[in-house]
Structures are given as C-alpha cells and as structure tokens.
C-alpha cells in the first residue's frame, strides 16, 4: 500500500512540475513515506530524519513526513524532530504539490491530516512512477473497520473505503493495453470489498461484493491476477470457486492467521476461532488446483502461554504453509493491547520465534521440493540480483524462480522447469517463453 501510495505522490509531484532525483543530499524537497505497523519501522522514521540532519549541514532541504507515522502523530512530530517542515497524512496524497508550494512559500510548518478528495481518481498513476514495468499495484479498498487490538492500522488508514468496481476495471483495462501483465489487487482487506455501487460488475456472480469484483476484474483477460491481504472471517468459499473458473486467478493466498490458540485469537479479538480458520483452509486445501499458501504469525502477544504456543505450533503443522511471515509481538500505543500486561520475556519471545521459523522452514523445504522437476510459469521481472547470467520472476503461485537468459526475456512469461531447490526460491531452465 505504501509503494503505491508513492507511485501516486510522485505521478502528482511531476504533474507539478517537480523533478525526482537519486540522492536527498542534492534535494530541496526531501519526503519520507512512512509505515507506523511495527514500532521498529516507526523508530527508522527519526533515525534517517537525523541522517538528513547530519548530512545536510547548514543547507538542509525541506522536509516532509507522509503516511502512517504522520497521521498518527501529527503536531508531535514538529515538536519531536524540529528538522520537518511538513506532514501530510495517509488520505492527504493529491494534495502533495500545494502543501509543498505552501512551505516553500516560507511557512515554518504545514500540516494536513484531512480526508481524501471524494474526486481523486486513485488509479491515475503514471506508467513511468511504476515500480515495476511489467507489475501493478491496484488499491481496491483502504482503510479498516476491524479493530484487532494490537492494530494500529485502523487509526491510521481510517474506515474501509472501496473503489468503484467501474475505476478498477478500467485501471485494469488501461494497465493491459500499456503491456502490464500482471495485478495485485491490494487493501489492508481486500476480501472485505463493499463499493456503494454494482457498477463494472453487472452480470457477474458471487455470494460477496469481492467475489463478484474477482470474476470481472478476471473477464478482462490480464494475464494474471494476484491480491493481498484477506481476512479469514470474510474469506467465503465463494472466492475459492471464483478462482477454480479463471486461471488467470493466481493460485496463492495470503490468509493471516496471527495464532492458533482460540484465547489469544479472542484477546486479539480477531473474530473466529482456530477451528474456523481450518476449515478456510480445508476448502482452498480441496480446491481441484494446488493453491500455495501463506499466513503471518504473533509471537508473545501478551498474556501468551507455552499452551497458546504449542496450539499455534499446531496450527501451523496441520496448514503447511508455503511461507510464513512470523512477527515478535510490537506494542502499538493507543491500541487495547498497549493496556494488557506485555508479561513474554524478550529472551521468551525470540526463542519462539526461532521455534517456529525451524517448524516452518522444514515444512517450506518439503513442500519447495514438490516442485523439483515440474514446469512453471513466470513472469521475468528482473536480473537476478546474485549472478549477471541469471533472470529472476514470480511464479503464479508467488514464488520465486530463477533461471539462466538473456535481458530480452524481461517482461515476458516464460515456460521454466524446476532444477534446483532452494532455501526460499527455486532454480530452474526455460522451457519456452511467450
């Protein structure tokens, strides 16, 4: 989400006549785009704030806050790091370029935390601030009405609001004929998709607004369609069915789970139990094509038992997850959480972390090797950053292969058999590529 809400700030910035340069040290604007969902990525925001400081010397730039951090703070942030000029909140994007002008104009401080522009076209992104030429972010939904008590994100992001259905097929259509071939669909929950209208997905079933929204953003023949992240008590079986009739329906879901022990899943007030998960999962797990799988963990939330553990370590045994995204638990101020006693040692806390990451990386190496030997398709994204010969992409499943070719591949799907296997990627040869 914040990637795209930086394709969306710098479409703006150049729109405005700004230039966007390699270095901060040669800038008169410097913008740091900011994640507040781990205390550690709040912490980095100030660590660069004084790297800027201390380079800068007597000529510093102007400098700007923007997304999560900023929101949050707000006015906290002048009075903690006295450098910053501006801070422009999560919904405040479009308004980049006037909020700069304003500063620029000899303002000392510029704050804007308002609400979004009800007329922003939030696909109106440039090809050229892409991060990738081949692959695009689309934010279907933003924000978040669930409340997980040690979630900042619903105070940052704000309520859950969706796109039109009409903008995201047209976004789509739009990608496709500039020569994308591949989408994420992105939201902090994009399985809780509600747009006021039907409008783009006339016609189309599905028992959800986002199974319905699947099946049309699937009719418009981009060739590959991936989404992130769902929430398992609005994961319906509805969407697996919507993605057993498209192939171009990626087979890779992201389910987070955050525990397996029904206590700690009430404390988080996350809204099923770990049996209601499984059963999610038994569905996608009978699904005729073979769907990977990943999920995020907490370890040490407050109040965690060796029992809660063991009933995670459970969890994760029965799933068999294709990767495991496994987090140290992070108070959030302001969250209830931040009220409960954080009674897991530290020490406690990293040795389940590395509990887990042994459990997971045995059952990742297993399911890894399944591959040896089959053909897969992926879409070349880039060089392979450890050898010059080698080209690096994404399967349909989301995962990472890489192969010997040559630099005219790029952006295209290529037919690769797997060779070798690796700790968290797997090597290969092209078959063919079209």
């Known amino acids: 989400m914040n990637v795209a809400d930086t394709e969306r700030a710098v479409t703006r910035l150049r729109q405005a006549g700004y230039e966007i340069i390699g270095s901060a040290e040669s800038a008169d604007v410097v913008l740091l785009n900011t994640c507040s969902v781990r205390e550690r990525a709040e912490h980095k925001v100030f660590t660069r704030l004084g790297e800027i400081k201390r380079d800068m010397g007597t000529s510093p730039p102007l400098i700007g806050v923007m997304g999560c951090v900023a929101q949050l703070e707000g006015e906290r942030l002048f009075a903690n790091a006295p450098s910053i000029n501006l801070i422009i909140g999560t919904r405040a994007t479009d308004r980049l370029p006037d909020l700069i002008d304003e500063a620029r104009g000899g303002k000392r401080q510029v704050m804007d935390l308002g609400e979004r522009n009800p007329n922003d076209d939030s696909g109106a ?79 189309f079933s599905g028992v959800t607004p986002f199974s319905r929204l699947l099946r049309a953003v699937a009719a418009t023949g981009m060739d590959r369609i991936k989404y992130t992240t769902s929430f398992p008590r609005d994961f319906h079986t509805d969407i697996v069915a919507a993605m057993e009739e498209h192939e171009n329906l990626c087979n890779w879901i992201h389910l987070p789970v955050q525990s397996g022990s029904d206590r700690l899943l009430r404390g988080m007030r996350r809204g099923y139990s770990a049996s209601d998960y499984l059963r999610r999962i038994e569905a996608v797990k009978k699904a005729k094509r073979r769907y990977a799988l990943t999920s995020d963990i907490i370890v040490g939330f407050p109040g965690e038992t060796e029992e809660d553990f063991a009933a995670t370590i459970s969890l994760v045994q029965a799933c068999q997850y294709d990767s495991l995204y496994i987090f140290k638990y992070s108070e959030r101020l302001r969250t209830p959480a931040a009220k409960l006693l954080d009674n897991v040692p530290e020490a406690e806390k990293t040795l389940r972390f590395r509990t887990l990451e042994k459990i997971q990386a045995d059952i990742q190496i297993k399911l890894l090797a399944d591959y040896y030997g089959r053909t897969l398709s992926v879409l070349v994204e880039g060089r392979s950053a450890k050898s010059e010969y080698d080209l690096t992409g994404h399967t349909t499943c989301h995962k990472v292969l890489n192969f010997p070719g040559p630099s005219d591949l790029l952006g295209q799907i290529c037919s690769v058999t797997v060779s070798e296997i690796k700790a968290h990627s797997l090597y290969g040869h092209l078959e063919v590529a079209r």
Do not use: D, W
């Not at 990608?175 to 209208?197: A, D, F, M, T």
């Open 125 to 203: 992104i440039s090809k050229n601030e892409r991060h990738s030429p081949y692959v695009a972010f689309i934010p279907i939904i933003e924000g978040c009405n669930k409340f997980c008590t040690y979630c900042i994100v619903p105070y940052s992001r704000g309520r859950e609001i969706s796109r039109p259905a009409s903008e995201i097929i047209g976004e789509i259509l739009k990608l496709k004929k500039e020569g994308y071939k591949e989408v994420h669909l992105i939201g902090q929950n994009v399985n809780s998709y509600r747009p006021q209208g039907s409008e783009g997905m006339e016609g």
